[in-house]
Every structure is written in C-alpha cells, then in structure tokens.
C-alpha cells in the first residue's frame, strides 16, 4: 500500500505523467459521453430483449466498449479497427512485402502498415454498419428505415467508429498505455454499477451458496488471469567471447523470455468473428419469403443457441486460433537468425536451423497452455449462465481477462515512466 502511495505521489507530482493521465482521462470522458448518445428511433424495450437473449452479441458488445447494447453513436467501437488490424496481420504471411515492411523496415516501416490498418478499417466499418443496422431494423428494435435514412445512420456509425480510431490513437500517443485496449476497458467498467444494480434487485437468499461461488470462482479467474498473463519460459543464451587486441568482449549469459500466451486476446476476437458470420447470415434470413433459405437459417440457429455445441465450437476455435496467432507474430527462423548475426547461441544447441527448430519446438509447448486457459476464459460465460441459471452471474472471463491484462500493462508502463525520470 505505501509503495503505491508513494508512486501516485510521484506521478501526481511529475507535470508530464499527470498531463498524460488527464489527457487520458479525458478522452474517455468523450468516449463515454459518445457511448451514451443512441441513435435515434430505438425500440429500447426490444434492443434490451435482443440482448438478453444472445449471448454472441453480447460478446461483441464487450468490444464495441458497450456501445452496442445502447445502439450509440459509437455502436461499432474499435470493432472495424481491431478486424482491420488483424487482416493486415494476416496477410504478412501471404504478402512477402508486407512482411517486410512490418518486421524488417523499422519504424517508418511500422507506421505505413499502420496507415494501411487505417485505410482498411474505413470499409469494414460501413460493411459492419449496414449489416447491424438491416439485422436489428429487421428484429423490431429499429423502425422501417427509407434508403435516406438507413445511408445516413451507415455514415453516423461509420463516423464514430473512426472518431474513436483516432481517439484510440491520441490515448497510445500522448497519454499511458495503448489506447484501444482501454477503451474497451473503459466499456467494462461502466457496465460494472448496472450489472451490480440488476444483480442486488434479482437477489435471491436461496441463491446465497451460488452468489459464493460466483466470488470465489472470479478471484480465481483473476490470480490466474495474473499468472498467465506474466509467465514466461526462459530460454538460456550466452555471448560467445571475441578477442579484440589484448582484450576480450562479450562471453555474458542472458535468456531469451518466451510469454506464455503470446497471443493475448486476439484468438478470442478470431474466433468471435468466426462465429459471427453464420450467426447473422443466419439471423438474417430466417425471415426470408424464401421456405429454403429460412429453414436452412432456422436449424443453424439453433444449434447456435445449443450452449453445449456453441462452446464446444467456440473453445475449439480459440485454440485453434491462439496456435495459428502465436504462429503469425513468432518467428523463431527470424530470431535465430538475429541471435547468429549477434554472436548469440543456446548453450546445447547448434546455430541456425537447430536453433530455429528448438525455439519452435518450446513456443509450440507453452502455447498449449496458454490456449487452454484462453479457451476456458473464453466459454466461463456460457459454463457460469448453465450451471446457475442466473444471467447476471454470466461471468465475463474475456471482460476480466482484458481488464487484468490492461491494469497490468498500464502498471508496466508507469514504473518504466517513473524509472526514466529517477535517472
């Protein structure tokens, strides 16, 4: 406690870490106020049954920082940029010059991927805006919208989602910590006093030993969540030593640190867009005039709504995607060649495609791990919703999954402020 103290003081005290911290702060005021502004004609009524019974966009609303359930300005939140980011990531492995210009280029190299992030990000978000707005106006929560009215909410939407973008952007440039990631933290902690409220109203005394569960159950999460998100396996590496005139230089030993999820989140926003593409095809045309295309829609939403085949899919996915992830950011022919170029080996291991080799072999044994426990994270909602019957009690293991990963980032980044400025 006194050495938190002590590092508030010092950041409270220090004019550019407290400017960066208001600026921060802020900006997610604007958020916040965006997210509360719907847009207008909403059925709430019908928005709120249409959540309460789907659990898949929920999920989403987690990402869209909650404001999704409100149908804001912002309804899309980061959702277009984070779809946008991973594609370009993706295509890495299929573009030979895009590779290079992320990995090899340095950072003007880094900063026209990012541009080309950017570009991608603006169709995605009208395509994401136009498929929301037809599916809800077709579920009643939105009224018959004339082509006038459906272009000017695609262009609403499409507009705060690039708003927060930048707003994204700002928070990573001149405030702490990346700043898409606490947007969508901003959006789970706000969520915190409604879903307190709604639990404290439905509370039931003979629920009393579930309610106990649910605490324990979620410092577990949290340790875990800890404990995962800071393992890392290290991989010994010596110096070999190099004779210059009378004197010798390097022959030190350090280690090569290996996350044990190197991934983070991401396989869980693959795997949600994964699922997300039948689940509103499917929800689309289940009103269809046309008897094929709507029992076709019918029979695959429910087994959609099956939770046991939905998180059996859905934990599958994410493993799945947390191996294909750790794949697209790990290269270890890459590092084993740097390590070679440095003069740097692993004792016991020859140079080159030996080390290479080794390195892939270790990451593709921690990744297991860390999948696993992705997967788990990822389906807790589902297994919690079943086991108590109480929706409240949904635990959100992805909202504290990133709520964890954020304050450890964001605690990461002030200490190495404060060190910077002690030297």
Avoid: C
């Amino acid at each position: 406690m006194n050495t938190f103290l002590q590092k508030l003081t010092l950041v409270l005290s220090d004019s550019t870490l407290r400017n960066r911290l208001l600026f921060v702060m802020g900006a997610l005021a604007v958020f916040r106020l965006l997210a509360a502004t719907p847009i207008p004609g909403i059925n709430a009524a019908q928005l709120q049954a249409f959540f309460n019974n789907n659990q898949f966009f929920g999920l989403l609303n987690l990402f869209s920082g909650g404001g999704l359930s409100n149908l804001s300005l912002v309804l899309l939140g980061v959702g277009p940029y984070i779809t946008a980011s991973i594609i370009m990531q993706l295509l890495t492995i299929m573009v030979p010059s895009l590779k290079a210009l992320y990995q090899e280029e340095g950072e003007l190299g880094r900063q026209k991927f990012s541009q080309y992030s950017r570009m991608l990000t603006l169709p995605i978000a009208v395509i994401q805006g136009l498929g929301f707005l037809i599916l809800l106006q077709r579920q009643g929560v939105l009224p018959s919208l004339t082509p006038l009215q459906l272009g000017v909410n695609i262009l609403v939407v499409t507009a705060g989602s690039m708003l927060l973008m930048w707003l994204g952007e700002l928070i990573s440039e001149f405030g702490l910590g990346n700043g898409v990631s606490l947007l969508i933290f901003a959006g789970i902690v706000a969520r915190l006093p409604r879903d307190a409220s709604q639990l404290l109203f439905s509370f039931d005394a003979t629920q009393i030993p579930v309610y106990i569960g649910f605490l324990v159950a979620a410092a577990a999460i949290v340790l875990a969540v800890v404990v995962i998100t800071e393992a890392e396996r290290p991989v010994p590496v010596a110096y070999a030593k190099r004779i210059r005139g009378m004197k010798f230089f390097g022959g030190s030993s350090t280690y090569l640190p290996l996350r044990l999820n190197q991934a983070g989140v991401i396989p869980i926003i693959f795997a949600l867009s994964f699922l997300l593409l039948p689940q509103m095809f499917a929800t689309f045309f289940a009103t269809s005039p046309h008897h094929v295309l709507a029992v076709i829609s019918q029979f695959i939403l429910s087994w959609l709504q099956n939770l046991a085949f939905y998180g059996s899919v859905y934990f599958v996915f994410v493993v799945l995607f947390t191996y294909f992830y750790t794949a697209v950011t790990f290269d270890p022919h890459s590092i084993a060649e740097n390590l070679q170029k440095n003069g740097a080996f692993i004792p016991g291991v020859r140079p080159g495609g030996s080390t290479s080799d080794y390195l892939a072999k270790v990451i593709t044994r921690i990744t297991l791990v860390g999948a696993l426990f992705l997967g788990v994270i990822a389906v807790l909602p589902i297994v919690m919703e079943s086991l108590s019957g109480i929706q409240t009690l949904a635990l959100g293991g992805t909202a504290l999954l990133i709520v964890v990963s954020v304050i450890l980032d964001l605690a990461r980044r002030v200490d190495a402020q404060i060190s910077i400025r002690e030297y």
